[in-house]
């Protein structure tokens, strides 16, 4: 069965990077993408950035340009996802999911449990 | 702001219908791109609901159906149940910010 599970909670410093880890199994990574989105507390979900598990492609949100950077290791299905220059209002729960792009439609048929980035000093 | 437009909240009693609204532009939704439903139960991770604007994975009660018609989409529950009180979220593309985008978020209480 399709699984994909992420890597635990994170405190970081303002100014500081985290990365965070996404492992996928029970299908062929190379296959499909991984997406990340994030949920600050209380609030809705938010797009971060999109990989294509067969060439490495990205794409991300134009808000976060130039702090994100996401990559994966296909020799462990892994995607990773860097954050860098961290603020307070980072905080956030950090969600990959299973990426599916064909056409017309772009979503993610399974996520992550989630991963807790606090940012705080 | 969110690109795509929910009701911030509905409500309906058990055995009720509601629906829950999507409303895009021309960049998204109304450019031909396809909608699709989350449903994030309490301190859970966000779950498909529906996907391609109608269909439901397997394993989703056939209560939850999806449609989309120019600008805007719909979720509708019928027979509602005290489980799936839960916030939804609807989510597309949009070519003029080359990404993907949500909705804010719709809490539903079953009352």
């Known amino acids: 069965q399709v699984q994909v599970v992420q890597s635990g909670a994170e405190v970081k410093e303002p100014g500081a990077s985290v990365k965070v880890s996404c492992k996928a199994s029970g299908y062929t990574f190379t296959s499909y993408g991984i997406t990340w989105v994030r949920q600050a507390p209380g609030q809705g979900l938010e797009w971060m950035g999109w990989i294509n598990g067969y060439n490495g492609n990205t794409n991300y949100a134009q808000k976060l340009q130039g702090r994100v950077t996401v990559t994966t290791d296909t020799s462990t299905s892994t995607a990773y996802m860097e954050l860098r220059s961290l603020r307070s209002d980072d905080t956030a729960v950090y969600y990959c999911?299973?990426?599916?792009?064909?056409?017309?439609?772009?979503?993610?048929?399974?996520w992550g449990q989630g991963t807790l980035v606090t940012v705080s000093s | 702001q969110s690109v795509l437009t929910q009701p911030p909240s509905v409500s309906g009693a058990p055995g009720q219908r509601v629906t829950i609204s999507c409303t895009g532009n021309n960049s998204n939704i109304g450019a031909g791109y396809d909608v699709h439903w989350y449903q994030q139960l309490p301190g859970t991770a966000p779950k498909l609901l529906i996907y391609g604007n109608n269909n439901r994975p397997s394993g989703v009660p056939d209560r939850f159906s999806g449609s989309k018609s120019g600008t805007s989409a719909s979720l509708a529950i019928s027979g509602l149940q005290a489980e799936d009180e839960a916030d939804y979220y609807c989510q597309s593309y949009d070519s003029s910010l080359s990404g993907w985008v949500f909705g804010g978020g719709t809490k539903l209480t079953v009352l």
């Open positions: 999911a299973r990426g599916r792009t064909d056409g017309s439609s772009h979503f993610c048929d399974y």
